[in-house]
């Protein structure tokens, strides 16, 4: 039962891990993050950039409708936090700008790129157990079977998430088919009738050229 419970514990250090990224951006590019987010989830993130003398970074978290959720001139080292209001997926774009009047070969080494770190947490990720602990007093173990219970929660509300859109899938897939199936009747209908129109056009025809009976 230990060994589970160690199991779980280290299950969740590895989820928070999983969210946090370093790259290395060139002068004068841009990068975007995608993370897709479920409907009234809070999300956090920590970035730290490399400082580089009169080179600038922008830090921009836009959602699909071009919405600004957090923008940044000059940032090096900060946070930002928000809250969905529906589900979507949000983009999380870096861009070091290179001054007008300076030459990308004219750099160093040292000046041709900078270190980005971002980390993002979103859901039960973002809840503070610590400040929690220390505000009700709460044993470290005490703190565990909470941040358990709130993974199970999260678990169990992305399960019914995943479940409602499997039905509103086979929903859409059960009105296709069924278009589909209607739109071939009708099709069939319309070839049906030009091949019995045809017919008695040619009947008609021939016989008014007394090539038939």
């Known amino acids: 039962m230990q060994i589970v419970f160690n199991f779980i514990i280290l299950s969740i250090f590895l989820i928070d891990a999983i969210h946090s990224i370093s790259f290395h951006l060139p002068i004068g590019t841009k990068k975007c993050l995608k993370e897709e987010i479920h409907k009234d989830t809070m999300v956090t993130g920590d970035y730290d950039i490399t400082a580089v003398p009169g080179f600038s970074t922008h830090l921009d978290v836009k959602d699909t409708k071009g919405h600004t959720l957090y923008n940044k001139e000059d940032a090096i080292k900060g946070k930002f936090a928000f809250t969905t209001e529906e589900y979507d997926i949000f983009d999380i774009c870096v861009e070091t700008k290179l001054p007008h009047d300076q030459q990308k070969h004219h750099l160093s080494a040292q000046q041709t790129s900078k270190e980005v770190t971002i980390k993002i947490k979103h859901g039960v990720e973002t809840k503070d157990y610590d400040a929690l602990a220390k505000a009700n007093k709460l044993k470290p173990l005490e703190v565990e079977l909470s941040r358990l219970?709130?993974?199970?929660?999260?678990?169990?509300?992305?399960?019914?998430?995943?479940?409602?859109?499997?039905?509103?899938?086979?929903?859409?897939?059960?009105?296709?088919?069924?278009?589909?199936?209607?739109?071939?009747?009708?099709?069939?209908?319309?070839?049906?009738?030009?091949?019995?129109?045809?017919?008695?056009?040619?009947?008609?025809?021939?016989?008014?050229?007394?090539?038939?009976?």
């Not at 509300?157 to 088919?177: G, L, P």
């Open 149 to 213: 219970e709130d993974l199970s929660t999260a678990i169990v509300s992305d399960f019914a998430y995943m479940k409602e859109r499997e039905e509103e899938m086979r929903s859409t897939n059960e009105s296709t088919n069924n278009k589909v199936l209607y739109f071939s009747i009708f099709s069939m209908g319309c070839l049906m009738s030009l091949a019995i129109w045809q017919v008695l056009y040619l009947r008609r025809y021939f016989k008014a050229k007394k090539l038939i009976d």
